[in-house]
């Protein structure tokens, strides 16, 4: 019997050993086996040979194994918490993004050119913690001054993405941005004018609380996930890209929001 897949889910934190493909795994995530869920997923695909020494291979074994009829078993959660900073940068795959309708695309790791400079950056933390934060800090200083353990609340590791401010960065208080689907449009600006006001200040939260689907065509750059010592990001396409090879989810995914 082939060795199961090993997923790391971001929202919510869960390591889930699987028999189905990433592809299947997502549709399954997103609406069940019998279409009445709804949700998106964003997870990721672990190297089971890397992790090996820190996955319960004799549970895997018993509890991951085909069902009645030879049905794949769909999911067999190994852990809901503190997965994230047990699994090693260089362990994970392939990211996943999975639309409200089941419909999943895959991003390859990419090579990171380096931190493109801006006034403000908005990011959406995932995991292990997720509020919505502006900073001014790019990426990669993002990442570090979250992981580095020097300030009073850090992370072991953190993934996040980097959202679209537009117009904002440039005129905080009067650029219209009406392409901007967030809901507290008013308080970014009220928190982007803090961190101008305020030179030793290097960000804010705008939401504590992360309702669990974000705006798929509100993503800037795309995925980072890492430490203080290495990182690994996941670009997003470009529009062009989306249409070209990956239509029929970049339709589905621009439709969340507009429902």
């Known amino acids: 019997m082939m060795k199961p897949n090993i997923y790391l889910n971001l929202t919510p934190e869960a390591l889930i050993a699987s028999m189905l493909s990433p592809t299947e795994f997502g549709s399954y995530m997103a609406v069940g086996t019998h279409k009445r869920t709804h949700g998106q997923v ?3 695909e672990v190297d089971s040979d890397a992790i090996e020494d820190i996955l319960p291979m004799e549970y895997i074994k018993k509890r991951c194994v085909p069902q009645e009829g030879g049905r794949p078993k769909s999911s067999v959660y190994l852990s ?4 994230l900073e047990t699994i ?3 362990a994970f795959k392939s ?29 959406q933390e995932l995991c292990p913690i997720a509020p919505r934060i502006i900073s001014k800090l790019a990426p990669l200083k993002f ?11 850090c992370v072991p590791k953190l993934a996040f993405v980097d959202l679209q401010l537009n117009g904002l960065t440039d005129d905080f208080e009067n650029s219209p941005a009406h392409n901007l689907p967030y809901p507290n449009l008013d308080h970014i600006r009220d928190c982007m004018k803090i961190l101008n006001e305020e030179p030793g200040k290097v960000q804010k939260t705008i939401m504590r609380f992360f309702s669990r689907e974000l705006f798929f065509r509100t993503i800037k750059n795309g995925f980072f996930i890492g430490d203080n010592k290495e990182m690994i990001y996941y670009p997003f396409p470009s529009e062009e890209e989306l249409n070209d090879k990956h239509y029929v989810w970049w339709r589905s995914a621009k439709a969340i929001g507009l429902k």
């Open 143 to 153: 990442l570090n001054y979250m992981t580095g353990g020097k300030e009073q609340i």
């Open 88 to 90: 090693p940068v260089k």
């Open 80 to 83: 809901i918490y503190r997965a």
């Open 95 to 123: 990211l996943y993004l999975t639309t409200d309708d089941g419909r999943t695309m895959e991003i390859k790791k990419g090579d990171y050119t380096g931190d493109v400079k801006s006034s403000a950056y908005l990011y």
């Open 42 to 44: 964003i997870f990721l």
